[in-house]
Structures are given as structure tokens and as C-alpha cells.
């Protein structure tokens, strides 16, 4: 199936008057198949793209909420190469910009090179590693361009006006914001912050740029993005419906179906 680009995406929403809707689960939370049910309920009730988890054992960069996660795949039985059926199965059902979201050790174990071939033969837009910094991604930056991806950073707080201006340079896609200092986690409140940095960043570049991090609640996605962000990003709090119906599957589908409805219809009315 042909993969819809980030650029057209965000092209759409500019014209109709919507903000970007990506949500994360972890691929195998809680096991292969309900996993992929959840993508497919995601694809068809709201999502405008997908970023997709592999779990892994020492998720820095991750709250509790995702690491819990990581843990029910694992015991699930998911490996890198079921990772990679479960992408497969995936963009078969859809033509969305589906990223990936990882840490870098799965990457350099498996070949920097062939991990992004297989990723576009399988035809994944993008991939954020976590924790690999951009003044060290020389070598993912030459397997990306080899291999037509498109590489995703993430921009907090912390980063000044010249290490933003580097990172444009090499960021595809879009540019992660991070809303908050430290790890994911459902929050509930946007931090003041948040909104200056978005605005801090919109005047040093068009790239467009997606907020992660805490995002949980209809109201935060309404602040993000009128606050000049083109898209939110939401993990924790929809893995956190996964958790809470473990023994109810059906009922889980209903409550991911309703929480993704709602959280689209927030982006309605800002661009």
C-alpha cells in the first residue's frame, strides 16, 4: 500500500481548519493481535497518523504508564521481528503516516543501515529514537536519506536557539516538542511554558511541530493549538485505558473508540 507523507497531512489540515491527532501505543500492549485491533480502532476513529513503540527493557525517556507497557509486551511474546509483522499488518490496513518510536540500542544491535532498509521496504514514514541526540546521529541521518525516511528529534525546554536552528537542519517530518522536563506521563494541566516554547520555536522555524509529553485531555489539546502548534501527541493516557481493561476487551475498544473521538473533535477550529 502507498504511504500518505507527513507533508500532505499537515498540508490537509492547514486547509481544513484542523489540527493534527497522533496517538502512541506500544506495538504487542497488551498482546499481538488486541494491539493491532487497537491501531486499526485508531486509524478508523480519529488519527491522523500513528507513532508506534517498540518495547524495550530500559525505556529512559518513558513514564510508568509506557514502561508498563514495554513490560505486557514482552510477556506477550513480542520480539524485533514480531515488531516488524506487527508493521507490516499495519500498513497494509492503512495509508497514514505511521512513525516509529524507539530507543537506539535496538537500532545499532540490528544494523543501523539494514534496521532502516526494512522499515522502508515495509513503508514506515518516520522514526524518532529517543535517545540518540541529533550532534550524534550522523550515521541514522545517512541511513534515513539512503533509505527515504524522515527523521524525527524532539525539542524541550532546555534546547537554545542554536542547538534549534542545528536541529532543523535535520529533522523531517515534523518537530517533536516535548511539553514537559523529564518523562512521559498523562499530566493534567499544560504547563505555562509550553505554549512559549511553541511560539519560541514557531519564530525560528515552518517546520511543523506536534506536542507530547502529558497530553491527556480535550482542554490540553485546545491549548496546545492555539497556541501555535500544528498537532498533538497522546501515549499514556490512551495505554492507561489499555491497562484499566485488561479483562474487558470490548469494553476497552469502546472507551479507546470514545477517548480518540473526543480528543480529534478538540482539534477542530485552530488552523
Known amino acids: ?6 507533508s500532505e497531512i499537515f498540508e490537509k489540515s492547514k486547509k481544513s481548519g484542523k489540527g493534527i491527532f497522533i496517538p502512541f501505543i506500544v506495538a504487542g500492549d497488551p498482546n499481538y493481535d488486541i494491539s493491532l485491533e487497537i491501531a486499526k480502532i485508531l486509524v478508523d476513529h480519529g488519527a491522523d497518523a500513528l507513532e508506534i513503540g517498540f518495547p524495550f ?17 514482552f510477556q506477550s511474546g513480542m520480539t524485533i521481528e514480531n515488531c516488524f509483522s506487527f508493521l507490516e499488518e499495519l500498513r497494509q490496513y492503512t495509508d497514514k503516516p505511521i512513525g ?22 515495509i513503508g514506515i514514514n518516520a522514526v524518532l529514537i529517543a535517545d540518540l541526540p541529533p550532534e550524534e546521529a550522523d550515521d541514522v541521518i545517512v541511513a534515513k536519506n539512503r533509505h527515504n525516511l524522515e527523521q524525527i528529534f524532539i525539542v524541550s525546554q532546555a ?26 506521563g498523562a499530566r493534567t494541566e499544560v504547563e505555562s511554558n509550553t505554549t ?22 480535550p482542554e490540553h489539546v485546545k491549548e496546545i493549538l492555539k497556541a501555535g502548534a500544528d498537532g498533538v501527541i497522546v501515549g499514556s493516557a490512551l495505554i492507561n485505558i489499555i491497562y484499566e481493561n485488561l ?12 477517548y ?12
Open 1 to 6: 500500500m502507498n504511504k500518505v507523507q507527513y
Open 57 to 73: 527493557s530500559d525505556p529512559v525517556a518513558d513514564g510508568a504508564s509506557v514502561q508498563n507497557a514495554d513490560i505486557r509486551a
Open 100 to 121: 516509529l518510536l524507539l530507543y537506539y540500542n535496538l537500532v545499532y544491535k540490528y544494523g543501523i543501515n539494514k534496521f532502516y532498509e526494512r522499515l522502508n521496504y
Open 159 to 184: 534546547t537554545n536557539n542554536n542547538r534549534l536552528k542545528e536541529i532543523t537542519k535535520k529533522v523531517g517530518g515534523f518537530i517533536y516538542i516535548a511539553s514537559v522536563m523529564g518523562t512521559t
Open 196 to 217: 512559549e516554547l511553541i511560539k519560541r520555536i514557531k519564530k525560528h522555524t515552518d517546520i511543523p511541530t506536534c506536542v507530547g509529553f502529558g497530553i491527556s485531555q
Open 247 to 258: 479483562n474487558n476487551y470490548d469494553e476497552m475498544f469502546l472507551k479507546i473508540t470514545k
Open 260 to 271: 480518540v473521538n473526543n480528543m480529534k473533535k478538540a482539534t477542530e477550529g485552530f488552523k
